[in-house]
């Protein structure tokens, strides 16, 4: 125990060290019913994008969130998967492979114990995603989709990803996964869109800019 505490707080390792405290602490709040987790899910996912960003970043961005399955599983659930694997594998392979503190070896090892962690997060990930898909579908599918006007919630909304929110009349919003039909300009967090139709091969709905087809946003009844 004693040489697992050493390692743990070691400069190369006390980044990760911390990390998997806070995301202890966050589920820890999270099972008090003091933060919100859905809410979080979505800032952690919008803020990854580079504000502005090109079609190639975000193209990079929706291939590297569907590596690791964070279109269909939650985002809390897939950082906090990989703050472990990185962790457990940081501390194992410095203690192994490092017993000469190497701030070298300590950067090539923290670079592999990264991808490994990913590949472990999506065969973890993996079996979980037809459940949690069907669980989506049926919270989204309580009332028509197509044809209500939301905005996008991601920093970004392209012809490869995006989220959009959608104001419904009973129940919360709906937080969506979203793309834009055509390669073309992007739209940006904020911007208003209506949906027009869902991709049963991509598992997305096809929406296009509200503003350019001269819809207004509609107001929720109560």
Do not use: C
Not at 6 to 18: D, G, H, K, R
Not at 94 to 102: D, E, R, T
Not at 137 to 142: F, M
């Amino acid at each position: 125990m004693k040489e697992l505490w050493e390692q743990a707080i070691l400069s190369y390792n006390l980044p990760l060290t911390i990390l998997l405290g806070l995301v202890a602490v966050f589920w820890l709040l999270s099972v008090l019913g003091t933060v919100d987790i859905d809410g979080f899910d979505f800032d952690v996912d919008a803020d990854v994008d580079a504000e502005g960003a090109g079609d190639g970043l975000s193209g990079l961005f929706g291939f590297a969130m569907r590596f690791v399955n964070a279109h269909d599983v939650p985002v809390t659930i897939v950082l906090s998967l990989l703050s472990l694997f990185m962790w457990a594998g940081s501390v194992l392979a410095n203690y192994y492979f490092n017993p000469a503190q190497s701030g070298l070896i300590a950067a090539g090892i923290f670079v592999g114990v990264f991808f490994a962690s990913a590949l472990l997060v999506k065969l973890v990930t993996e079996p979980l995603r037809p459940f949690l898909r069907q669980l989506k579908n049926e919270e989204d599918n309580q009332e028509p989709i197509v044809g209500l006007v939301g905005k996008v919630k991601s920093r970004v909304l392209d012809s490869n990803f995006g989220q959009i929110e959608v104001p419904r009349t009973n129940g919360a919003p709906a937080l969506l996964n979203a793309i834009l039909p055509d390669e073309g300009e992007s739209l940006v967090r904020g911007d208003e869109v209506l949906i027009i139709d869902f991709d049963k091969d991509r598992d997305k709905y096809l929406v296009q800019s509200s503003a350019r087809l001269g819809v207004d946003s509609p107001t929720p009844k109560i």
